[in-house]
């Protein structure tokens, strides 16, 4: 089975305060994708990265970083100075190979609300 | 590129009445769409898999008659809850496996269902 723990329920910083959004993940696979969404208040899911399980290199886009470390079987969002735009739900999200259903069937975690106050 | 949508964004019922729930593709072809519930404050729960042109692929626990799924072409997928109830009040959302990274699901707005 797959799992994915996002033990942070919620979080509050000021604003430009750096956040990181922590992220386990469990799964039998070898073969795997990491994802992580922003939901805002709107409700809809927006799309930020994916990383597959051979790619173990971080990645920084503008204000965010990932980092992935399969040795901990984390991949931790950072954002950097945040904003009050940056206030919403963001979820990690597991897509695993053959054993745990096929790539298509992702498992989320349970999302980490983070409130940016001005 | 990648955008989906869906329709309506909200829609209030009364118990007893069906609801369709509209999922498209705008400027992609999806074979494969998935449909997904959310609870408040809770994670997103997979409901089934839409294969364009044949049966949905329910997960467990969910009830096929109770929400019908309808893939009839590669840019439309509808879900249908039927006769609904107060407690299937909730946030659908639908996403579609985007043929320019099939591993990666594009998410629709979400339809929010109130069931009276």
């Known amino acids: 089975a797959q799992k994915v723990t996002q033990a942070q329920t919620e979080i509050s910083v000021v604003e430009k305060e750096d956040v990181t959004l922590d992220c386990v993940y469990e799964?039998?696979?070898?073969?795997?994708?990491l994802f992580w969404y922003k939901q805002p208040p709107s409700g809809e899911l927006v799309f930020l990265i994916r990383r597959n399980s051979f790619d173990e290199q971080n990645e920084i886009s503008g204000r965010y970083s990932w980092n992935f470390q399969k040795s901990t079987s984390s991949f931790n969002f950072t954002i950097t100075a945040s904003q009050v735009v940056d206030s919403a739900v963001y979820f990690c999200a597991l897509s695993g190979g053959p054993k745990t259903g096929g790539f298509q069937k992702v498992t989320f975690g349970i999302g980490t609300k983070l409130q940016v106050i001005p | 590129g990648a955008v989906v949508s869906q329709h309506p964004s909200w829609v209030i019922c009364k118990s007893g009445t069906s609801v369709k729930i509209e999922c498209r593709s705008l400027d992609f072809q999806a074979t494969t769409m998935f449909w997904y519930r959310q609870f408040p404050k809770q994670s997103l729960m997979l409901m089934a898999t839409?294969?364009?042109?044949?049966?949905?692929?329910?997960e467990q626990g969910v009830e096929k008659d109770k929400f019908l799924i309808n893939h009839a072409s590669l840019t439309l997928s509808t879900l249908t809850v039927t006769s609904a109830h107060p407690e299937d009040s909730s946030f659908y959302i639908c996403s579609a496996r985007y043929p320019g990274a099939p591993d990666t699901q594009y998410f629709g707005p979400g339809t929010r269902l109130t069931v009276l």
């Open positions: 839409s294969n364009e042109g044949s049966k949905a692929t329910y």
């Open positions: 799964t039998r696979d070898t073969t795997y994708y």
